[in-house]
């Protein structure tokens, strides 16, 4: 059964750069058949598309947040990484990581629990 | 991008069917038929409940079905149980080579 976990630091300084990592078990990143995507769900609302990429490092990125976001695959350590640069509260959120099949189909399954991520000095 | 279009809650009684809508436009759910739903349950992660707009995944259970007509895509759950108690959330594809959330559903059983 494919799961997925993310990891990384609970609390980030205003301006400073995110960093999570997404950790694959049960199977592998290396498919061919799927993209590895980010999403966010700041408290209280709704959810946002962050970006996603395959085992190749093909990646696409949500047009409102490119310019500050990178994300990179491991395929060694079946792992696939999240950065986002510059940030402030608005960027607080629950950081999900989940599979989905390659655009334009749109759906995400499964999903990692969820990682809280506070911005604040 | 803007969030697709949900109403913020729909309540029904056990045994009742309810429907959520997810409105967008032309150039994300009415352009492609690549919208899926989620459940969310307090504290928990988005579980898949249909995708491709009408299809089920294995393990869903067929109370839940999706639809669409123009820019707005349905979820319906027939026969409401205390379990469906969540929140919804619908996605679409976009024509700008991305993904929109809809702005989520509280789901209340009476």
């Known amino acids: 059964q494919l799961q997925l976990q993310e990891s990384g630091p609970g609390l980030v300084k205003p301006s400073e750069t995110l960093s999570l990592t997404c950790t694959v078990s049960?199977?592998?990143?290396?498919?061919?058949?799927?993209?590895w995507g980010w999403i966010r769900q700041p408290p209280e609302k709704g959810l946002e598309w962050i970006g996603s990429?395959?085992?190749?490092?093909?990646?696409y990125y949500n047009p409102s947040l490119k310019s500050r976001v990178t994300i990179s695959v491991d395929t060694s350590k079946n792992q696939f990484s999240l950065k986002l640069r510059s940030v402030t509260a608005a960027d607080t959120a629950v950081y999900h990581c989940?599979?989905?099949?390659?655009?334009?189909?749109?759906?995400?399954?499964?999903w990692g629990q969820g990682t809280l991520v506070t911005v604040s000095s | 991008q803007s969030a697709l279009t949900q109403p913020v809650s729909v309540s029904g009684s056990p045994g009742q069917s309810i429907t959520i809508s997810c409105t967008g436009t032309s150039s994300d759910v009415g352009g492609y038929n690549y919208v899926s739903w989620y459940q969310q349950h307090p504290g928990k992660a988005p579980k898949l409940m249909i995708y491709d707009v009408t299809k089920r995944p294995s393990g869903v259970s067929n109370r839940f079905s999706g639809s669409k007509s123009g820019n707005t895509a349905s979820l319906t759950i027939s026969g409401l149980q205390a379990e469906d108690e969540a929140d919804y959330y619908c996605t679409s594809y976009t024509n700008k080579i991305s993904y929109v959330f809809g702005s989520g559903t509280k789901v209340t059983v009476l």
């Open positions: 049960g199977g592998s990143i290396s498919s061919s058949s799927y993209y």
């Open positions: 990429i395959n085992y190749s490092g093909s990646t």
């Open positions: 989940a599979r989905h099949v390659p655009i334009p189909a749109a759906y995400f399954d499964p």
